[in-house]
T-cell receptor, first 113, second 114 residues
Framework: AQSVTQLDSQVPVFEEAPVELRCNYS??????LFWYVQYPNQGLQLLLKYLSGSTLVKGINGFEAEFNKSQTSFHLRKPSVHISDTAEYFC???????????FGTGTRLQVFP | DSGVTQTPKHLITATGQRVTLRCSPR?????VYWYQQSLDQGLQFLIQYYNGEERAKGNILERFSAQQFPDLHSELNLSSLELGDSALYFC?????????????FGPGTRLTVT
């Protein structure tokens, strides 16, 4: 079985500062990793995904994430955040031969002016 | 806009009642997934249908059932509702079935059980 841990439930940050949202996973088989963003009163939108290849993955809105197999992590980063990045961010995993997404508990990113 | 539509947007009902949530996938998508988002359980996978057939099952209660119709829209039926069923229910769709297929999420149906 797979599981995902998002270590921070809330991350407050000032506008234009860098941010890192942490995600660790557990699995006995190979996994595929995703970050989704949920803006208030909206559904989830895919930010980026790691399937294979380069461990540094670039996504939409200037976000990137690095897959680290030895540390079983997939942390999300952005060098300079905007007010509009205020949202809930979910890390998710699927395993080989299974479609269902296993989500972490989410991290609320709050960007202050 | 993901292209996935869900109706209704909000639903308020009483304990013991039955409701049906509807999802229309993106045009051309064959897979439909249902997820429940609640404060205590977080986001949980409920069930997946692929081209009309059940493909995978998650933490779905026996009081809940789903189906996918020939036109590929899907319905999630929730019966004998309890207060704890209050949650946001998301539908997602993908082109095909497979762990690497991107899932596109609808805006959700917020269910409140009183």
């Amino acid at each position: 079985a797979q599981s995902v841990t998002q270590l921070d439930s809330q991350v407050p940050v000032f506008e234009e500062a860098p941010v890192e949202l942490r995600c660790n996973y557990s699995s006995s088989v190979s996994v595929y990793l995703f970050w989704y963003v949920q803006y208030p009163n909206q559904g989830l939108q895919l930010l980026l995904k790691y399937l294979s290849g380069s461990t540094l993955v670039k996504g939409i809105n200037g976000f990137e994430a690095e897959f680290n197999k030895s540390q079983t992590s997939f942390h999300l980063r952005k060098p300079s955040v905007h007010i509009s990045d205020t949202a809930e961010y979910f890390c998710a995993v699927t395993a080989y031969n299974t479609d269902k997404l296993i989500f972490g508990t989410g991290t609320r990113l709050q960007v202050f002016p | 806009d993901s292209g996935v539509t869900q109706t209704p947007k909000h639903l308020i009902t009483a304990t013991g009642q039955r409701v049906t949530l509807r999802c229309s996938p993106r045009s051309g998508d064959l897979s439909v997934y249902w997820y429940q988002q609640s404060l205590d359980q977080g986001l949980q996978f409920l069930i997946q249908y692929y081209n009309g057939e059940e493909r995978a099952k998650g933490n779905i209660l026996e009081r809940f059932s789903a189906q996918q119709f020939p036109d590929l829209h899907s319905e999630l039926n929730l019966s004998s509702l309890e207060l704890g069923d209050s949650a946001l229910y998301f539908c997602a769709s993908s082109v095909d079935s497979g762990e690497t297929n991107e899932q596109y999420f609808g805006p959700g149906t917020r269910l409140t059980v009183t």
